[in-house]
């Protein structure tokens, strides 16, 4: 079976833009959550969404934005993009939205804001 | 004061050495816990999952929690040069509404041939 799916592997974006990235999950997963991860630091936790709907938030600000879809699949948005929103993100996939099911990361996707 | 505390590194170690990893927290709510491996410009891998206080062990690879001390281990035997990464710790609460999962910074581990 296909872990789970990130696009794209790297993006490169100036300060104000705009960017969308892309998840798929874990076959048979609904639960979809999405992680920003620094140079030399551990994942910072910013949405989960399980059934299309927002299940939580962590300390972001209102730039960053995300949906799921039918399918599970889920889109992370950030609004204009600061040098400091250089980071892995990660998406992770859990069979459903319970605190005891366990989390599988994909690959991530690299963005670099100039 | 982080919620989890993990010591950075880096740590080198040469091959066949017993590894030990730890983390410490301060979220009481914690109950959830974990350890995730990642190597360079790759996403985590999710090595060992624990519930509560108690050890669990697969194959060289050994978990322990101490709730009581707020404490958590990892524990790799015969490690190999393969074992060569950062280890991030994570870890989540019941009841907060969200699948959260709140990590360690990661220690970057070297095994030397």
């Known amino acids: 079976d296909a872990g789970v799916t990130q696009s794209p592997t790297h993006l490169i974006k100036t300060r104000g833009q705009q960017v969308t990235l892309r998840c798929s999950p874990i076959s048979g997963h609904k639960s979809v959550s999405w992680y920003q991860q620094v140079l030399g630091q551990g994942p910072q936790f910013i949405f989960q969404?399980?059934?299309?709907?927002?299940?939580g938030r962590g300390n972001f600000p209102d730039r960053f934005s995300a949906r799921q879809f039918p399918n599970y699949s889920s889109e992370l948005n950030v609004n204009a993009l600061l040098l400091g929103d250089s980071a892995l993100y990660l998406c992770?996939?859990?069979?459903?939205?319970?605190?005891?099911?366990?989390?599988?990361f994909g690959p991530g996707t690299r963005l670099t804001v100039l | 004061q982080k919620e989890v505390e993990q010591d950075p590194g880096p740590l080198s170690v040469p091959e066949g050495a017993i590894v030990s990893l730890n983390c410490t927290y301060s979220?009481?709510?914690?109950?959830?816990f974990m350890w995730y491996r990642q190597y360079s410009r790759k996403g985590p891998e999710l090595l060992m999952y624990t519930y509560s206080s108690g050890n669990k062990e697969d194959g060289r690879f050994t978990a322990q929690v101490d709730k009581s001390s707020k404490y958590i281990s990892l524990f790799i035997r015969d490690s190999q040069p393969s074992d060569s990464a950062t280890y991030l710790c994570a870890m989540s609460a019941i009841g907060q509404g969200a699948q959260k999962l709140v990590f360690g910074q990661g220690t970057r581990l070297t095994i030397n041939p």
């Open positions: 979220n009481s709510a914690f109950q959830y």
């Open positions: 992770a996939s859990s069979r459903t939205a319970a605190s005891y099911n366990e989390q599988f």
């Open positions: 969404y399980y059934e299309k709907e927002e299940r």
